[in-house]
């Protein structure tokens, strides 16, 4: 069964892909935004850090991401949803991951430019209760048929600080999993399918999953 990234900057689509994913195929997600909120929700700190568009501490993010890994079933799959984002968690990444008996097999970036990522997040609205990204033109979730709202981190400042720090924390990673050869460029500026298409043919993915 296959491990892999998903990484990209805010708004790239890693969640909009990780979803489509998910719906065919022996695989389950571990996301540390999720992970981030749910922790800021118990910590003001750790609220003011995301609000800043900064990172939380590498340890803390690491050692909940360790405790989800464990519990997967051995038979499942992982797609990491922007973990990680440090040349320290990736190290820690693959050390945990062999201590469960798992590789990585293939990070995927997505590329999408500062302009188009500054679009999206301006128009995103989420559901307060269940979180997922809804349709702009009908702003009420399917799910839990409340009204959208903005991501208290898509504040118009709190967005130009979070390419910062992808920029700063995370590009690296893309030399160090291009120099592990795992890394599948994939271009984030085209529609959801398209996005989707290219994912599952770099990787193979009908015959390898
Ligand atoms: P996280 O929740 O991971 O946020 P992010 O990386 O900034 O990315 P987003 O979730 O905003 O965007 P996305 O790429 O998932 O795009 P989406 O599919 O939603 O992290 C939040 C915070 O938590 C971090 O800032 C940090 O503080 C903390 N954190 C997280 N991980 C951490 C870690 N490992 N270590 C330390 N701290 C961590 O799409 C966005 C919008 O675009 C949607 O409206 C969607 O409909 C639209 N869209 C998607 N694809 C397309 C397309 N192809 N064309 C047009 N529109 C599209
Ligand atoms: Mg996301």
Do not use: W
Request: aromatic share 4%; with cysteine.
């Amino acid at each position: 069964m296959r491990n892999f990234i998903i990484m990209g900057p805010p708004g790239s689509g890693k969640d909009t892909q990780i979803e489509a994913l998910l719906e065919s195929h022996n695989l389950t997600m571990i996301s540390s935004g999720d992970i981030a909120r749910k922790l800021a929700s118990e910590n003001n700190l750790y609220k003011e850090i995301i609000a800043k568009g900064e990172l939380l501490d590498d340890k803390v993010i690491i050692k909940e991401v360790e405790k989800e890994i464990s519990q997967i079933e051995p038979a499942l799959g992982i797609i990491f949803d922007g973990f990680p984002r440090t040349v320290i968690q990736a190290e820690k990444l693959n050390e945990i991951l062999v201590n469960n008996g798992r590789t990585l097999d293939a990070a995927v970036y997505i590329h999408v430019e500062e302009e188009e990522i500054v679009k999206r997040l301006s128009s995103r609205l989420v559901c307060p209760i269940c979180k997922r990204n809804l349709d702009p033109h009908n702003n009420i979730c399917p799910e839990c048929n409340v009204e959208g709202i903005r991501r208290s981190d898509d504040e118009p400042v709190t967005v130009i600080n979070r390419i910062q720090t992808f920029l700063d924390k995370t590009m690296p990673l893309v030399s160090y999993y291009k120099d592990r050869g795992i890394l599948y460029e994939i271009n984030g500026e085209q529609s959801v399918e398209n996005v989707t298409k290219d994912i599952l043919e770099r990787l193979d993915f009908e015959s390898k999953v």
